[in-house]
């Protein structure tokens, strides 16, 4: 950004002059957001990012699918070249502006563009990352948004007046995009299905499934109650399977019991928890209690790691003493 702020001010030195009204004194918005607008529109050319600098914008026209919430490897950056639909454009105007002077519908009279540089070639470059916080309480590493970085590279301006503005690299700054947060699924009775040994949990697109073998189920689930501090344990393994999973649209409690399993809804995500370590992680934990007849088996999972099959894998964790809830079998 000062490589870019100094070449403009050395091509204004020497030109000696300027455009009508123009007098542009800095072309820096490293200090204020990035803002989005799309008009309520579906059309792709109707989403905008910009910042505003007192009388000064600039602005990007470029899909908004372009910006998914996939990470990007490291020195491998989407790359948009700007052209046709893709633009970059900066504009002056006589008076300071703010949102909705970009974001109208109907543009204002007031106030006017004094100049506007239209981008003429170049690349808008894109790097994503994962922002997955710590709950310092619960240990918790929910990825709560995700950040795009925003580089334009070889870009060239017209300036409007017979003259170009070339740039090696400019940093536009940053665009965030919400996450999707798991639900509260300690707030969830657990459901089982009579013909496997599968336990979960589902809320709308999202489910938390723990799937085992047979000698681990009957093992962990034994109608005998446990002593104090002395839980029964096993390790999510290739075999005893935990997994978050996300999918396209709603779930019902047939699709979990079906003998095989259904279509639909689409599985759009999975989140495999991470194979266990004997007394260090991926543990699954049992106590058991009465209830009249019935006994209570309590289940905790216990420094868990869920991490995603995609092609930059991403991971997250629910708490390092995640409370899934009580199953109870018939005495």
Not at 198 to 207: N, P
Request: aromatic letters at 10%.
């Amino acid at each position: 950004m000062k490589k870019f702020l100094f070449l403009f001010l050395v091509v204004f030195a020497l030109n000696g002059c300027n455009d009508g009204d123009l007098e542009v004194e800095s072309f820096d918005f490293s200090t204020v957001n990035t803002q989005k607008c799309n008009l309520g529109s579906t059309d792709p050319t109707q989403f905008y990012l910009f910042k505003v600098n007192g009388k000064e914008a600039l602005i990007i026209q470029i899909p908004e699918a372009d910006f998914p919430n996939i990470v990007t490897p490291e020195g491998a950056p989407r790359s948009y070249d700007i052209a046709g639909s893709i633009k970059v454009i900066y504009r002056l105007y006589d008076a300071d502006i703010n949102t909705e002077t970009i974001c109208s519908a109907i543009p204002s009279s007031t106030p006017n563009v004094v100049s506007e540089w239209n981008a003429i070639g170049g690349t808008i470059e894109v790097t994503t990352s994962a922002v997955n916080p710590i709950n310092e309480t619960t240990g918790a590493t929910v990825i709560t948004k995700y950040s795009h970085t925003i580089t334009f590279k070889n870009i060239v301006f017209d300036r409007g007046n017979g003259t170009e503005q070339n740039n090696d690299s400019i940093t536009f700054g940053t665009y965030e995009t919400p996450a999707l947060q798991p639900v509260a699924f300690d707030n969830i009775d657990i459901n089982d299905c009579a013909s496997n040994n599968l336990l979960f949990k589902y809320s709308g697109l999202q489910a938390l499934t723990l799937n085992l073998d047979a000698a681990t189920y009957a093992d962990l689930f034994a109608n005998e109650v446990t002593t104090t501090d002395a839980p029964r344990t096993a390790l999510i393994s290739a075999t005893n399977k935990l997994n978050y999973r996300v999918f396209e649209t709603g779930l019902t409690l047939d699709y979990f019991c079906a003998t095989t399993t259904p279509t639909t809804p689409v599985l759009k995500e999975i989140w495999e928890g991470e194979t266990g370590v004997d007394g260090v992680s991926g543990i699954i934990e049992v106590e058991t209690t009465t209830n009249g007849p019935n006994f209570v088996h309590t289940i905790r999972f216990k420094n868990v790691t869920y991490k995603n099959n995609a092609t930059t894998p991403l991971e997250f964790s629910l708490g390092t003493n995640y409370l899934f809830g009580e199953f109870v079998t018939p005495g």
